[in-house]
T-cell receptor, first 115, second 115 residues
């Protein structure tokens, strides 16, 4: 069965500093990988997704993620965080792009931004 | 274009009751998925509907059911509510749920509290 691990439950970063959120997946075939962000009281917003091709994926809000098959990882990065980036971040894996067979999510990483 | 809407946003029920949650997908989207989000289990896939048919189902008891109407609107029903059903229920829609170009768009969720 597929699974996603986000090792860091909480991460605190100073505003303007760089950010890396870790994600490891377990999946038998070529995975479809996603990063979502959830602000308090809101639904999930897709930041970026990977299907194939270039392993460095650019997303919205200045985020990027790199797919490393050898490490089964799909880490999310941002060069300089803003206070508005404080939120819960979820990594997910699926069988299809639109997630018709359901996405498997990690437990999430809570990002705290220090002024 | 309006986003995914879910009603009601908040709901309080007592054990043993049943509840119906509603989701209106983005116009033109035919795939609707439901997820349960709890602090302990995280985000878990419930089921997915496409063209009024359940196409995939997660690992939840039969008390959880759903349906989709011809206009793609979807409802989910939970019967004989248990305390553990207290959660944020998220609905997501996508065009077909299968294409690699599809993106799942999430609604704000319905917060269900079971007393």
């Amino acid at each position: 069965a597929q699974s996603v691990t986000q090792p860091d439950i909480h991460i605190t970063v100073s505003e303007g500093a760089s950010l890396e959120l870790r994600c490891n997946y377990s999946y038998g075939a070529t995975p479809y990988l996603f990063w979502y962000v959830q602000s308090p009281g809101q639904g999930l917003q897709l930041l970026l997704k990977y299907f194939s091709g270039d392993t460095l994926v650019q997303g919205i809000k200045g985020f990027e993620a790199e797919f490393k098959r050898s490490q089964s990882s799909f880490n999310l990065r941002k060069p300089s965080v803003h206070w508005s980036d404080a939120a819960e971040y979820f990594c997910a894996v699926g069988n299809s792009g639109g997630g018709a067979d359901g996405l498997t999510f990690g437990k999430g990483t809570h990002l705290i931004i220090q002024p | 274009k309006a986003g995914v809407t879910q009603t009601p946003r908040y709901l309080i029920k007592t054990r043993g009751q049943q509840v119906t949650l509603s989701c209106s997908p983005i116009s033109g989207h035919r795939s609707v998925s439901w997820y349960q989000q709890t602090p302990g289990q995280g985000l878990q896939f419930l089921f997915e509907y496409f063209s009024e048919t359940q196409r995939n189902k997660g690992n939840f008891p039969g008390r959880f059911s759903g349906r989709q109407f011809s206009n793609s609107r979807s409802e989910m029903n939970v019967s004989t509510l248990e305390l553990g059903d207290s959660a944020l229920y998220l609905c997501a829609s996508s065009l077909s749920g299968l294409a690699v170009t599809d993106t799942q768009y999430f609604g704000p969720g319905t917060r269900l509290t079971v007393l």
